[in-house]
Structures are given as C-alpha cells and as structure tokens.
C-alpha cells in the first residue's frame, strides 16, 4: 500500500493540500505525483470548493523537487515515461485545475518544488524561503515546466538565471521579479493564504473560474479548450439548443429560429 503523503483538509469553501513528508522536506516520489493527481481530480469535480490552497508540512521546505533516490536508478526510457512525462501531467492538472489556486511556500522551493509552485495563480512565501533551480548541478535539466512555465512568468533571462546558476534566490527577490506576489512571517503564511482563499471565496464563483480560465488562454495555456468551452456553453443556453434536443427526442426535423 503506498504511503500517503498528500493531506486535503475542507474549511467550508476552501480546501488545503498539504504536502506532508517533512522529514524528506517534501520531496516527490512517483506515488506523490498520483496522489497529486488524484487530489486535482477530486477538486475539480467538487462543486462545493471554491478556492485551493496548497502549501508544505515542517517549517523549512515547501518541496525540494524531485527525491533523487526515486529516479536516480532509472533507465533512460523510464526516466521520460515514468518520470518527466508523468509530472508534466500532473503538473499541468494542477496549473488548469478550474479552481484558484494559492501557493503557501512555508520554506525553500527547489527544482519541482519551484515549478509545482508556479502552477498555482497566487504565490504567498514565507520570509525565510528561497528558490532556486538546482539541476545542472547534479547534471540534469529542470524537467517540469521550469524551462516553459517559468519562462512566461518571469521572463527567459530570469529564468536563465536560476536555471543556469543554480543560485538561491530569497523571498524580498522572488517578489522582485514576480516569482512571488506577497512575503509573510513563517509563521503566518498559511493564516495570510486562508485569509486571501476566504476573500476570493466570497465573490462569484464561476466569476473567478472564467477570469481564470481567459487569462490563461492569453498566456498561452489551454487556448483551445477555453473556446471550445465557452462557445459550447454560449450555444447550450440558446433556444437553438433547446429545439435541437426536441426535436431530436421527437424524431423530427429541427426548426431553428436563430435565438
């Protein structure tokens, strides 16, 4: 049976997933990552959870990325199946997950635990937090969405930064360059995320899911799918759409009005 290291708690509209390996500071695992996924599944088909939170257990790290014991013996095929593939998926159920999405980085947020992060709308760190990209030292690349997603938030030549230097960057500069929004006390990021997750769940809804859905389309995430299902929900609502279904269950041919 695998272990479970992924918490969801439900505080009326607000659900918040926990990260919760403290004594390995958060690392992935491959059964994280389908624990993650399940955890994005439930959410998006639970109508009652308005906003997420995600954020680390322990005081030091949100996640330092990938555990370097779970990949390290794989073969090169495996490594692109099981492993970069896989966290891509999962990464990107998280980055489309229909809800807003508030980051808590409780501690330091290394390689995947940078890139989980930027999957989140709203990024809230701790003082004491840093951030970097630390794979060209341990002669790998960044391998889920840190070369991608990183790049459209902060731009190639920050991103280049990280990625090539491998340099800690602190909490008052990841909110220079917009890697952040806000920095908190550790021990207050989590009240200030729920908090924010209560004011965003007090206004309409389906509001915020659309806003949050177009303006990922203008960066360039889920463009199709954000058209295709606003036009399919703009003609569902037509009287078109009603006699189409009509005349379907009567056996009939349609008489369409254009309304």
Known sequence: MTDRFISIVH??????VTLDRPAKLNAL???????????????????????????????KAFCVGADINEWAALEPLDMWRRWVRRG????????????????????????????LA??????????????????????????????????RLIGASRAKYLALSGARVTAADAQACGLVHEVAP?????????????????RAPVSLQLTKQLINAASGEETGSTLEAMAGALAASTEDA???????????????AGR
């Open 118 to 151: 930027i999957t989140a709308d709203v990024r809230i760190a701790a003082e004491s937090a840093t951030f970097a990209l630390p794979e060209a030292s341990i002669a790998t690349c960044p391998g889920w969405s840190g070369t991608q997603r990183l790049v």
């Open 186 to 202: 550790q021990a207050r990021v989590l009240e200030r995320a729920h908090r924010l997750a209560l004011e965003m769940a007090a």
């Open 11 to 16: 505080d009326s509209d607000v659900a918040i």
């Open 242 to 256: 009603a006699e189409g279904i009509r005349s379907f269950q009567e056996k009939r041919p349609p008489v369409y």
């Open 29 to 59: 695992t491959p059964g994280m990552l389908d624990q993650l996924e399940h955890a994005a599944r439930e959410l998006e088909a639970d109508a009652s959870t308005r906003v997420v939170i995600l954020t680390g257990s322990g005081a």
């Open 88 to 115: 891509h998926q999962v990464f990107d159920q998280w980055a489309r997950l229909r809800q807003p999405v508030i980051a808590a980085i409780n501690g330091h947020a290394f390689g995947g635990g940078l890139e």
